[in-house]
């Protein structure tokens, strides 16, 4: 009965093997991301991204960022309120005793 010197080298072959394909398909997929980030321009390239989903996302919506937002809320001398949650939750803070 002979004793396996590292029985642990298939599984580590197949780790590898595993992490070597998840590199590949990784690079396959995201080419145009790592390529930006291999010539430093990753911002640009997700400030495009982010522009063109918002176009997509908000066709024909109006919409501001803050500082716009404070600017034309103050030149019409109105408060600002923005809710941070959704009209669907409820406030169960009168419960608590």
């Known amino acids: 009965m002979a004793i396996e010197r590292w029985p642990w ?14 590199v590949v398909l990784g ?3 995201q ?6 980030s291999l010539q430093g321009r990753v911002t640009e390239l997700l400030d495009q991204k982010r ?3 918002r176009v997509m996302q908000f066709q024909g919506v109006k919409t ?30 009168s419960r608590v005793r």
């Open 51 to 53: 522009q063109e989903r």
């Open 9 to 22: 080298h298939k599984d580590a072959l197949l780790a590898f093997c595993l992490l070597g394909l998840a």
């Open 64 to 93: 501001l960022d803050l500082a716009q937002a404070y600017q034309t809320w103050q030149g019409e001398k109105l408060s600002l309120w923005m809710p941070a949650r959704p009209k669907n939750i409820r406030n169960y803070t």
């Open 31 to 36: 080419w145009p991301l790592a390529q930006a």
């Open 27 to 29: 690079f396959m997929f």
